[in-house]
């Protein structure tokens, strides 16, 4: 189940299963982002197609598309279909993902993708603060992992992938999903090529290309 917050009654509520449309209608890196986790989470709960779109002139501003790992979205005019959701920083016709903007900030674009969901969509953002952050975490996970990917393999673990999926799944929770890496991370009882795959399962929402250390010397 895919909830999303809706202005309109000021509730986390059930998005209508079946194909979606998103439509960023304004904004730039943080809205882009913001679009591109939702259309992985919808995704990932069963939704086809999920088509995302931009507005004319929404487009990232200091990085390319490729860059900050988004699909180059095409630029149309915003459906007129009820289930469409709506990106940006005002809310749209209907139901509306709406994301205060920010300055982008830092000069790796990961760590701006990080910086961003390391906060809620829905609230104020210091995007230079939190990409400094994102750094130190970025360096640490992907050494784990390459860590982790010299240990036998073995299946993820289903109590942390649920974890993480669910908190995307409430209202694109990415802070706790996060938290939900650092916790596994840390965990004794769960062994190394577990920690391995179940990372590897998340980054498929979170899109932080945590395996790119995986195999250096």
Same mark, same amino acid.
């Given at each position: 189940?895919?909830?999303? +917050?809706? +202005?309109? !009654?000021?509730?986390?509520?059930?998005?209508? &299963?079946?194909?979606?449309?998103? +439509?960023?209608?304004?904004?730039?890196?943080?809205?882009?982002?913001?679009?591109?986790?939702?259309?992985?989470?919808?995704?990932?709960? *069963? =939704? &086809?197609?999920?088509?995302?779109?931009?507005?004319?002139?929404?487009?990232?501003? @200091? %990085?390319?598309?490729?860059?900050?790992?988004?699909?180059?979205?095409?630029?149309?005019?915003?459906? @007129?279909?009820? !289930?469409?959701?709506?990106?940006?920083?005002?809310?749209?016709? *209907?139901?509306?993902?709406?994301?205060?903007?920010?300055?982008?900030?830092?000069?790796?674009?990961?760590?701006?993708?990080?910086?961003?969901?390391?906060?809620? %969509?829905?609230?104020?953002?210091?995007?230079?603060?939190?990409?400094? =952050?994102?750094?130190?975490? #970025?360096?640490?996970?992907?050494?784990?992992?390459?860590?982790?990917?010299?240990?036998?393999? =073995?299946?993820?673990?289903?109590? %942390?992938?649920? =974890? *993480?999926?669910?908190?995307?799944?409430?209202?694109?929770?990415?802070?706790?999903? #996060?938290? !939900?890496?650092?916790?596994?991370?840390?965990?004794?009882?769960?062994?190394?090529?577990?920690?391995?795959? !179940?990372?590897?399962?998340?980054?498929?929402?979170?899109?932080?290309?945590?395996?790119?250390?995986?195999?250096?010397?």
């Amino acid at each position: 189940m895919l909830r999303l +917050h809706d +202005h309109r !009654t000021g509730r986390a509520e059930e998005v209508a &299963r079946g194909p979606l449309r998103v +439509h960023v209608a304004a904004g730039a890196d943080r809205a882009l982002i913001v679009a591109d986790l939702l259309r992985r989470v919808a995704e990932r709960t *069963g =939704r &086809r197609p999920v088509v995302v779109t931009r507005a004319e002139g929404v487009e990232p501003s @200091a %990085y390319g598309f490729s860059d900050l790992n988004l699909p180059d979205f095409p630029v149309a005019p915003a459906p @007129a279909s009820d !289930t469409a959701v709506f990106v940006g920083p005002a809310p749209g016709p *209907g139901l509306s993902v709406v994301v205060p903007d920010a300055a982008p900030a830092g000069d790796d674009p990961l760590c701006l993708r990080l910086g961003v969901l390391r906060v809620r %969509y829905r609230e104020p953002a210091d995007l230079a603060a939190a990409a400094e =952050r994102a750094r130190d975490d #970025l360096s640490r996970w992907r050494g784990l992992m390459a860590e982790w990917a010299r240990s036998p393999g =073995r299946p993820m673990d289903p109590t %942390y992938a649920a =974890r *993480g999926q669910d908190a995307l799944a409430d209202d694109l929770n990415s802070p706790a999903a #996060l938290a !939900t890496l650092d916790r596994l991370a840390e965990d004794p009882d769960v062994a190394p090529g577990a920690k391995l795959e !179940t990372f590897i399962h998340l980054d498929l929402l979170l899109g932080l290309d945590l395996v790119s250390q995986i195999g250096s010397a």
